[in-house]
């Protein structure tokens, strides 16, 4: 097999770009309020659905040891169960490639009647979700190819989890340390 160098390298210029402009789309004040939400809170929902829930799922890995429960809900139905019956101590993050889709935008004005906090992690960070969170913050996607806007948006997305992690971590270095040790002589 011939490893194509070019795509090896144009690859990791796409990630670099990828962070670099989810970087500059996140607003210091407003990351340090959800970073504060996020460790106050009791639990976390993610509601996501397709591909966005394998992110959701890969996000429910690393935040676990932050020493809180952290839920994924796909099917719709019980994303409209958890809309309805979360409660308030916990906090809600919704992704969504596009911002736009019914049962994800259904969900989140479910959420903004109960004053449930939520964080919508979208591309589109002035569309119709936007106004029905109580956060966004802007994931980058590209529009003209499908796939890769499926890769970049995941990029993106994973990035803004990695991000969270590494804060809640810091705050919480020493539960987050035993969680993790303990977890560890768990799984081995």
Known sequence: MIVDLNAL??????????????KNN????????????????????IIATDMNADIAHYAQHILMPIGKPVYVYENQDLQVHASLNVPSTHVVILVTKTGYKRHILDNARILCRRAITTIAITPDDKGPISKCVTYTIKAESNETFVKL????????TKFIFDLFFTSLCAINYENTLNSDEFYNKTVD
């Open 9 to 22: 390298i144009k690859t990791a210029q796409l990630y670099d770009n990828i962070i670099a402009r989810t």
């Open 26 to 45: 996140i607003s210091l004040t407003q990351y340090d309020e959800i970073i504060d939400v996020l460790n106050k809170c009791e639990a976390i929902d």
């Open 149 to 156: 806007r499926d890769v970049i948006f995941s990029i993106s």
